[in-house]
């Protein structure tokens, strides 16, 4: 039965593995988002407490 030789399906698991695991994740970390974080001022904003009416 050819569906129990391990010799050619192994290669195939193998080969898509490298695949996701070494291709992949280079052209996605690779990738650039067009909107990059802009670092957010240092300035405190003023708080007061508020006291409940009840």
Same mark, same amino acid.
């Given at each position: 039965? &050819?569906? *129990?030789? @391990?010799? &050619? !399906?192994?290669? $195939? /698991?193998?080969?898509? !593995? =490298? $695949?996701? /695991? *070494?291709? $992949? @994740?280079?052209? $996605?970390?690779?990738?650039?988002? %067009?909107?990059? %974080?802009? %670092? *957010? =001022? ?6 007061? @407490? !508020?006291?409940? &009416? !009840?």
């Amino acid at each position: 039965m &050819p569906q *129990l030789n @391990p010799g &050619p !399906w192994f290669a $195939i /698991l193998v080969f898509s !593995w =490298s $695949i996701f /695991l *070494l291709i $992949i @994740p280079t052209k $996605i970390m690779n990738h650039t988002s %067009p909107n990059e %974080p802009t %670092p *957010l =001022s240092a300035e405190k904003h003023k708080t007061e @407490p !508020w006291d409940w &009416p !009840w």
